[in-house]
């Protein structure tokens, strides 16, 4: 079989489009590989992340957040689409309207219900061996956060401690217990 490639991946990614599907593709070693959408409880932890880092980055013009939507070209010629995204200012000043070209300074993985943790793992110390300052593990299952860098052991992290990523955001802090989406009271509910 011949190995695929970003124009490839354009090919199958207009058509779907024009077809009405959209699915995330991910292009990895020459082959595609097509997710479906995650769990809600998934997909509201990385909506929570991405409102409270954007709420941090862009009033200080830091740089840009991106979602799950968001694909990377990597210096292999893979193509990804990490949960969760950030690229300094100095790196893209601009976003294009086609794939970011660079691998983002910070990468975050969201543990959806299917998914098992070795393969997340994985794909951030990947994200970090291509250059990535931070990679975000992130598992709703045991409510704990993982980060990762290019040098020490990962942190590990659960409800009582307090996210920090300096060498990005400084001074931004993020109580790991806000990670989790709400259970609303029946008094909240009511209107």
């Known amino acids: 079989m011949t190995a695929m490639t970003v124009k490839d991946l354009n090919q199958v990614q207009t058509?779907?489009?024009?077809?009405?599907?959209?699915?995330k593709i991910e292009l990895e070693d020459g082959r595609l590989s097509i997710?479906?959408?995650?769990?809600?409880?998934?997909?509201?932890?990385?909506?929570?992340?991405?409102?409270l880092l954007g709420n941090w980055v862009y009033p200080r013009r830091l740089g840009r957040v991106f979602d799950s939507a968001g694909g990377f070209i990597m210096p292999n010629t893979n193509v990804k689409a990490p949960d969760v995204s950030f690229v300094r200012a100095a790196r893209l000043r601009q976003s294009p309207r086609y794939f970011g070209e660079l691998v983002p300074d910070l990468v975050v993985e969201i543990k959806s219900q299917s998914?098992?943790?070795?393969?997340?793992?994985?794909?951030?110390?990947?994200?970090?061996?291509?250059?990535?300052?931070?990679?975000?593990?992130?598992?709703?299952d045991e409510?704990?956060?993982?980060?990762?860098?290019?040098?020490?052991?990962?942190?590990v992290l659960g409800n009582g401690d307090i996210l920090t990523v300096a060498e990005l955001f400084p001074g931004w802090e993020l109580p790991v217990s806000e990670l989790w989406p709400p259970i609303f009271t029946e008094e909240e509910t009511q209107l």
């Open 35 to 51: 997710m479906g959408p995650s769990d809600i409880v998934s997909s509201e932890i990385g909506s929570i992340l991405i409102r």
């Open 143 to 155: 409510e704990t956060v993982t980060i990762y860098r290019s040098t020490g052991e990962p942190i």
């Open 115 to 140: 998914d098992r943790i070795k393969p997340i793992e994985t794909k951030v110390l990947k994200f970090i061996e291509l250059g990535a300052v931070v990679g975000i593990l992130i598992d709703p």
């Open 15 to 23: 058509l779907f489009s024009e077809a009405g599907l959209d699915y």
